[in-house]
């Protein structure tokens, strides 16, 4: 068997030691061909994963997430919640195991008719404060970011940020390829979901699904900014949905538009800006799992 490693920011080859323990040929970067390997292992967290991803769905080689990263959500969605997980799902599929399954991904496709860039995604994207809480968050150290960098940034960006307004239209089903609109009104946050947590943990979407076809979103509208304060700390175990200004919906595809161009994040790191079409990739990656 020959494996491929990836290794993040904070990982490296030592990390590698618990997963040599069967005859394994192994070798440090991304394959150019599915010939060149049998599988590849990701040692890092959601941001490496996704600067990964548009070459791993090429491959179609079975990839094991390792979560050695700052926020490590994907890991958690796939049950890979420590290290100890990662090497016993690698054991499995070493001695011959079907512990691997396909996974669908998110899609950004962008607007701009200066860009026309698309990136795929496997946690969350988002649209407003959670992307400036993003961007604030990713000038920290690694070490902060993996210990609540995400909600130390939050209260800056909470009193800076004014609700901003925004188009959502979803897919006609009798008319295939357009748009109804859906939504428009000011808004704060729209998070569109391919997974359930983000920042760390935070259930933003908790009834999102790996293999559904189906993107959860989450709108939370105008609201007043200290009731926006007290509504984070229920994110993280996913009882937000229960807020008059949370708007909870799944839809294969969805076009976001706002009056002036905003930045859109996704798995924590920046992609483009508004105007923007996302929708899901089927059984877009194959992955190891428990």
Not at 155 to 171: N, V
Not at 241 to 249: G, M, N, T
Not at 266 to 271: K, N, P, W
């Amino acid at each position: 068997m020959r494996a491929a490693a990836i290794f993040g920011p904070g990982a490296s080859e030592k990390d590698l030691k618990p997963f040599q323990k069967n005859s394994a040929t192994w070798f440090t970067g991304l394959p150019t061909s599915p010939k060149e390997a049998d599988a590849v292992l990701i040692f890092g967290g959601d941001g490496t994963i996704h600067r990964h991803l548009e070459e791993l769905v090429k491959l179609q080689l079975p990839v094991l997430i390792v979560p050695c990263g700052s926020g490590n959500d994907f890991a958690r969605a796939l049950r890979l919640k420590r290290v100890k997980d990662a090497v016993d799902a690698w054991q499995k599929f070493a001695s011959g195991k079907n512990n691997v399954c396909a996974i669908d991904l998110g899609v950004i496709a962008s607007k701009q008719s200066d860009t026309g860039c698309q990136r795929y995604f496997c946690c969350v994207a988002g649209v407003g404060l959670d992307s400036e809480v993003a961007r604030r968050a990713n000038k920290f150290p690694r070490w902060l970011r993996a210990h609540g960098g995400y909600a130390l940034t939050l209260p800056s960006a909470l009193f800076h940020f004014a609700p901003f307004p925004m188009k959502l239209s979803l897919p006609d089903p009798a008319q295939p390829g357009t748009f109804v609109l859906r939504s428009a009104k000011p808004t704060v946050l729209a998070a569109f979901a391919n997974a359930p947590s983000y920042g760390g943990g935070m259930k933003i979407a908790p009834q999102a699904r790996l293999d559904d076809g189906q993107l959860d979103i989450c709108l939370i509208t105008d609201i007043e900014k200290m009731k926006l304060f007290c509504l984070f700390p229920t994110v993280y175990f996913g009882r937000h949905l229960s807020i008059p200004e949370v708007e909870y919906f799944q839809t294969p595809a969805l076009r976001i538009e706002t009056e002036h161009p905003l930045d859109v994040y996704a798995d924590g790191e920046y992609v483009c800006q508004t105007p923007i079409e996302a929708s899901v990739a089927r059984g877009a990656l194959r992955v190891i799992v428990p």
